[in-house]
């Protein structure tokens, strides 16, 4: 485990801060006597679901294939498009060309 003064902890936080987010635990001392520690916050992975979750897309990926269904690769990326766009204008208000023209009629 790391020690550090509090001083240099101070002058050195953030960099401290993407040390620990990586895993490493530092102490920080006052006077030479540790006062604090910096540590990663434990998170709760629970891989499985992700794999469970990603079986299940692939599984309903195959179905639309099986049934003629499937999509081009234009088609796909105009709809990430159109839904990024989306997004933008939920989060920020802005509007695109389309929508003006979609308002006047």
Known sequence: MTEVSAFDAKTHFSKLLKRARDGEEITITLHGEPVARLAPLER??????????????????????????????????????????????????????????????
């Open 44 to 105: 709760k992975e629970d891989r499985s679901s992700a794999v469970e979750a990603m079986e299940e897309i692939l599984s309903i990926r195959q179905q639309i294939v099986d049934a003629g269904h499937a999509m081009s690769r234009e088609e796909i990326v105009a709809l990430v498009r159109e839904g990024r766009e989306q997004a933008m204008r939920r989060s920020f208000g802005a509007t695109s060309g389309a929508d003006e023209t979609r308002a006047k009629r």
